[in-house]
């Protein structure tokens, strides 16, 4: 386990390397260094990580050992991501730069569904353009927007919660990504089906609030977003939800009316 010591001095390390001084001469100077720098250490920990998780072929437990590793590297992201912010807290300082780190632990993130470490991750790695790594033949844009997505929709067939919070945020940092309409119709579809959850949800909880004012609102603002989804892939599975969804709306219009 990482001491309290070495946490602090990585993330501090990795700060001096993103906010002080130009992010690829910063690297390009440690990696120039004959001793072994802090992000070649965690560079070459990761290497170690990758290659373990290459030599396992379960799923789960794929997903179980990105769980346990991803702490290890919070330090180092931490650092990098606190560095390019101001004092409002938003990007400003700073200027990205290829980052296997991040990036590989952003992926991690996304899939073991811990939004807290994936969301600024990903908006980190979108607000400076980082690139994907080799392997993924998917922009970065297209990646987070479709993994998000389709973390969610499996959540949804598993009968679990869906966290529409996370999801509108995913919306908001990919709005401007180019990507497949495809992909995009996924993420619409996920949050149609969030909105209607947490409709439902309050509804068993006895509320009258839904997300949006209201079990009418939350229903047309589900709709919304499924009838865009079908608009960019006809293919994309949601026909009968929104069918679903406007026999809803008219019984709630008619309860209105009463």
């Known amino acids: 386990m990482t001491s309290p010591a070495r946490r602090h001095f990585q993330r501090k390390v990795a700060a001096k390397a993103a906010g002080r001084e130009p992010v690829p001469a ?11 720098t802090e992000y070649e250490h965690q560079r070459a920990a990761l290497g170690v990580d990758l290659r373990r998780l290459k030599n ?21 992201v931490e650092g990098v991501i606190e560095a390019a912010k101001g004092p409002d807290g938003n990007f400003e300082r700073g200027k990205g730069v290829a980052d296997d780190i991040l990036i590989t632990t952003m992926i991690w993130a996304i899939d073991i569904g811990d939004h807290a470490r994936a ?102 603002a589900a709709l919304k977003h499924q009838r865009r989804a079908l608009e960019l892939n006809d293919k994309a599975g949601v026909k009968k939800e929104i069918e679903r969804l406007e026999r809803e709306q008219k019984k709630l219009a008619e309860a209105e009316q009463e």
């Open 56 to 76: 396992i072929q379960s799923l789960e437990a794929k997903l179980e050992l990105k769980a346990d590793l991803i702490a290890a590297y919070d330090p180092w």
């Open 119 to 220: 969301i600024p991750r990903a908006e980190y790695a979108l607000r400076y353009d980082l690139p994907m790594p080799s392997r993924f033949e998917r922009t970065l844009g297209c990646f987070v927007a479709e993994a998000f997505a389709e973390t969610a929709l499996a959540a949804h067939g598993r009968g679990e919660a869906i966290d529409l919070d996370v999801l509108l945020q995913v919306e908001a940092l990919t709005e401007d990504e180019d990507m497949p309409d495809e992909v995009r119709a996924k993420l619409h579809k996920a949050i149609g089906f969030a909105i209607s959850a947490r409709a439902a949800a309050a509804q068993q909880e006895g509320s009258t609030e839904g997300p949006a004012g209201g079990a009418r609102a939350a229903n047309e």
């Open 26 to 36: 910063a690297i390009q100077r440690q990696r120039a260094d004959p001793q072994a």
